[in-house]
């Protein structure tokens, strides 16, 4: 079993910047890739970025350039840097672990970026 746990989220105006960050525990398989989704309010749920444990990177069109996805293998954890902030971004965003026993996700943390 595998628990992930977000910490970052809250209030920020347009332009601002965020960090969240995502702690895994448990059973983890040393090859496994962790991601960021985020579901708006009547939207379905996206990624947002994900990241191998090689350290490959995927960024939808939407935040390349501004977000930045990062992890330390060690302590299995996934960050994600937001910068340049839009109201568009607003969402609860959630972390996720995919490895060999399945995907697991976190609780998810709201994210409100105001104009």
């Known amino acids: 079993q595998v628990q992930l746990v977000e910490s970052g989220g809250g209030l920020v105006q347009a332009g601002g910047s965020l960090r969240l960050s995502c702690a895994a525990s448990g059973s983890i398989s040393s090859i496994n890739t962790m991601s960021w989704f985020r579901q708006a309010p009547g939207k379905q749920r996206d990624v947002v970025a994900r990241i191998t444990s090689s350290g490959s990177t995927y960024y939808a069109d939407s935040v390349k350039g501004r977000f930045t996805i990062s992890r330390d293998n060690a302590k299995n954890t996934v960050d994600l840097q937001m910068n340049s902030l839009k109201p568009e971004d607003t969402a609860v965003y959630t972390c996720?672990?995919?490895?060999?026993?399945?995907?697991?996700w976190g609780q998810g943390t709201q994210v409100t970026v105001s104009s």
């Open positions: 996720s672990l995919l490895h060999v026993s399945g995907r697991y």
